[in-house]
């Protein structure tokens, strides 16, 4: 059974740039959340999609937007890029709201490094 | 905002001893969960508390839960150099899908 599985795992961009980044979630599970970590700090919450549409979203501008695909994987956009968002981005999967415990599963993460 | 707050920021151990690790929040909760992470990689989840508990044990780990201090420990005992890492935990808020992270405890075992 493979966890959550990113691509790509290391990206390196020029600041006004846009990224992509892709995650598939854990077999079974239907919601995903996006994390940012920046280094030497917790992981802060981006959004969380369920049913292809967002559902929660954490402090970050419009910039960061995102989508989900009927078979449940999800992508991450960043638009404009800035120094400010290079960081470790973390994709979490989960049962969603059927699950009362909400065990989150987390990939490897994407590195990008802005330059 | 952070939620969670660990303490102590960084602990150093000898392998063996234990390692005890807290954790205060500032709102209701789901639950609350451990994760664990090395080298800026993807975080591992150890172990997760539901707000009605009070303990719960896996393996080499113990964590406590006290929501009326909102506050959590994780204990692990007889530590090994594997155990080198850091050491996160994540609240889920009530009526939030969604989890906060504290800023984490960097753990290092001496060998």
């Known amino acids: 059974d493979a966890g959550v599985t990113q691509s790509p795992t290391h990206l390196i961009k020029t600041r006004g740039q846009q990224v992509t980044l892709r995650c598939s979630p854990k077999?079974?599970?239907?919601?995903v959340s996006w994390y940012q970590q920046a280094l030497g700090q917790g992981p802060q919450f981006i959004f969380q999609?369920?049913?292809?549409?967002?559902?929660q979203r954490g402090n970050f501008p419009d910039r960061f937007s995102g989508h989900q695909f009927p078979n449940y994987s999800s992508e991450l956009n960043v638009n404009a890029l800035l120094l400010g968002d290079s960081a470790l981005y973390l994709c979490?999967?989960?049962?969603?709201?059927?699950?009362?415990?909400?065990?989150?599963?987390f990939g490897p993460g994407t590195r990008l490094t802005v330059l | 905002s952070q939620q969670g707050e660990e303490d102590p920021q960084a602990l150093s151990i000898q392998e063996g001893e234990n390692a005890t690790m807290n954790c205060s929040y500032k709102t209701s909760i789901n639950n609350l969960q451990w994760y664990r992470q090395n080298s800026g990689r993807g975080l591992v989840h150890l172990i997760l508390i539901r707000s009605n508990e009070r303990e719960k044990h896996s393996g080499r780990l113990r964590v406590t839960l006290d929501t009326s201090k909102k506050s959590s420990s994780l204990l692990i005992t007889a530590s090994r150099a594997a155990d080198t890492a850091s050491y996160f935990c994540?609240?889920?808020?009530?009526?939030?899908?969604?989890?906060?992270f504290g800023q984490g405890t960097r753990l290092t075992i001496n060998p």
């Open positions: 999609y369920y049913e292809e549409e967002e559902r």
């Open positions: 994540a609240t889920e808020i009530q009526g939030a899908q969604k989890l906060v």
């Open positions: 077999s079974g599970h239907d919601t």
């Open positions: 979490a999967s989960s049962l969603g709201i059927r699950d009362y415990s909400n065990e989150q599963f």
